[in-house]
């Protein structure tokens, strides 16, 4: 990848990194509370997805990122365009969906895009 296209995604990376940090820790907030509830269960799942990827290829778990980011933005889309479904909630419920869904809205292609990139340097690519 030429040096330029790698600074191009270095600094979406960056953002993107960033954005994602502050949404884990939200969700964590949001995940500890519906384990006070008894509710939770994604946790463990996540954990063990995440240490099934250890040692494969990295594409492979880009791969899984821009696949969910891209699920993840159909919802965002759809609940951006009609928020009224929010009506009635917890005015704290409503303010986390409406910025969870314009934060995946905004990155929605970064992953995707660095799959490509990184596809394309691949040998055979």
Known sequence: MPEAEQERFRTKMQ?????????????????????????????????????????????????ITAANEHFTAILAD???RNADVLEGADPRLQALWLWHSAEESEHKSTAFDLYKALDATSSGG
Not at 39 to 62: F, I, T, Y
């Open 78 to 80: 759809w609940t951006l």
């Open 15 to 63: 953002g993107f990194i960033g954005q994602e940090a502050t949404h884990q820790r939200v969700h964590g907030l949001f995940n500890a509370h519906l384990a006070r509830q008894g509710l939770e269960k994604w946790g463990p799942r996540a954990l063990q997805r995440r240490d099934m990827l250890q040692g494969v290829d990295v594409r492979h778990s880009v791969a």
